[in-house]
């Protein structure tokens, strides 16, 4: 029967070295699982090797994601699910962690991550851990990815701490689907909007305006259509100024959201837009309770858990205040009233999170709590996307209709002084 020298760590991140007779990589993998140890490192070798160095023959893996020098740059979120979900699945069936990356590798489409996953390979081989090889890669891992790893390695539950991680990621990334279709919506009307305008009053109104100083002899055009030919002509004459404009105010937006106090306000103002401000408030709620949840029942420790929560909040006002909650309970205290200063969290979360801490079941508490919220942003999004439909339809039509009687009103008047004339 082939020996294998392998590497493992247990619960307590503790290092083991040794040799174990198996007829295959995968029953010696088993073998070492079965220990309570989760394999690092898998050779076959011809003799013992105590200090767990072999002489190679056939091929050797290790049960680490991780990562080189190259490949560092950033990978579509579904596309990084859908490699956490295989992966999750190939380990999970047994497969060693270096064999299912060299098998994913092969088969991956996207470039960047193809090259990712070779240089994650060739860390793993070099003896790096699994947690410590994503962090080479911070473009595409983040630190809620690392950490859920790092502490699914510890406690020798990868497979699990990865479908949770491809679970979390489906379902952020379908509640923030629905809330950018719900905001692409009315910009991309606008949009139409506002070149339609530009066409008509650059193109199409001052032809028609020729055509009035011929055809009414000087008479006075109506109010309307006066008011449409000025703001024609002043749109031809600062067309330049007026794109240079509004150019310099999407720049100066853009860095005025680097700087701390403008961005939080800012982003404390997003949270009272009507009609988005409480959906986006609940995406917000949403999000806390699935991340902190999902970090606490991978065995993320409460304190690193609030800190990744923090920096993945995707607005500063909610991470302003997790970091009060952060320190709360750095200092021995609950997490209930820094969340109830914040004016964020509802009444029910509060309640529900302080229902959590007393019974030792926080991380089932946040689950639901996500529940609950995804599904109220999946009936506010239906919600207000049924509601802008018409309303922007009826303002694209006002727009484009007041231009069109401005235009006509002048016509009617031509009209009858033909008719007269006839």
């Known amino acids: 029967m082939p020996l294998f020298a392998y590497s493992a760590v247990d619960a307590q991140g503790k290092t083991h070295q040794g040799t174990i007779e198996a007829n295959t990589p995968d029953e010696a993998a088993a073998a070492i699982k079965k220990k309570g140890q989760f394999p690092t490192n898998i050779s076959e070798t011809a003799a013992a090797a105590g200090g767990g160095k072999a002489a190679g023959k056939g091929f050797s893996f290790k049960f680490s994601l991780g990562g080189g020098g190259g490949g560092t740059g950033k990978v579509p979120a579904k596309v990084l699910t859908v490699f956490t979900r295989q992966l999750s699945t190939l380990i999970s ?48 891992f983040n630190k809620l990815y690392v950490n859920m790893v790092k502490a699914g390695e510890l406690g020798g539950v990868l497979e699990v701490v990865l479908t949770r991680l491809a679970e979390f990621a489906e379902k952020s990334q379908r509640i923030r689907g629905k809330v950018t279709s719900a905001m692409v919506y ?10 339609i305008v530009t066409f008509l009053m650059l193109f199409i109104v001052p032809k028609f305006e020729a055509i009035f100083k011929d055809m009414l002899g000087g008479r006075p055009l109506p109010f309307i259509t006066q008011i449409i030919m000025d703001l024609s002509r002043f749109i031809q004459g600062n067309f330049l100024l007026i794109a240079g404009v509004i150019t310099a105010i999407v720049f100066a937006l853009k860095f005025a959201m680097r700087v701390p106090g403008v961005e939080s306000a800012i982003d404390s103002y997003k949270l009272k837009i009507p009609l988005f401000g409480d959906m986006l408030t609940k995406t917000s709620v949403a999000r806390f309770s699935r991340t902190l949840g999902t970090l606490v029942s991978s065995g993320v420790p409460i304190l690193q858990a609030l800190q ?19 320190d ?87 009209i009858q002084d033909l008719t007269g004339g006839a």
């Open 308 to 326: 990744i929560t923090r920096d993945t909040a995707g607005n500063l006002r909610v991470s302003n205040a997790v970091e009060n909650i952060h």
């Open 328 to 414: 709360n309970v750095k200092e021995g205290e609950s997490m209930v009233t820094p969340m109830e200063a914040s004016g964020i969290f509802p009444p029910m979360v509060v309640s529900m999170v302080q229902v959590g801490e007393e019974t030792g079941q926080l991380p089932d508490m946040l689950t639901k709590v996500a529940d609950v919220f995804e599904e109220e942003v999946d009936n506010a999004v239906a919600g207000l996307t049924s509601l802008l439909e018409p309303v922007m339809i009826v303002m694209l039509a006002l727009v484009v209709g007041t231009i069109v009687v401005a235009l006509f009103l002048p016509l009617i008047t031509i």
């Open 93 to 140: 069936a047994g497969l060693p962690l270096l064999r299912s990356l060299r098998t994913l590798g092969k088969q991956e489409k996207n470039p960047n991550l193809k090259k990712i996953m070779l240089s994650l390979a060739e860390s793993v081989e070099g003896g790096t851990t699994f947690s410590e090889a994503l962090a080479q890669h911070p473009k595409a």
């Open 186 to 195: 009315p910009i991309v009307v606008l949009t139409i909007a506002v070149g």
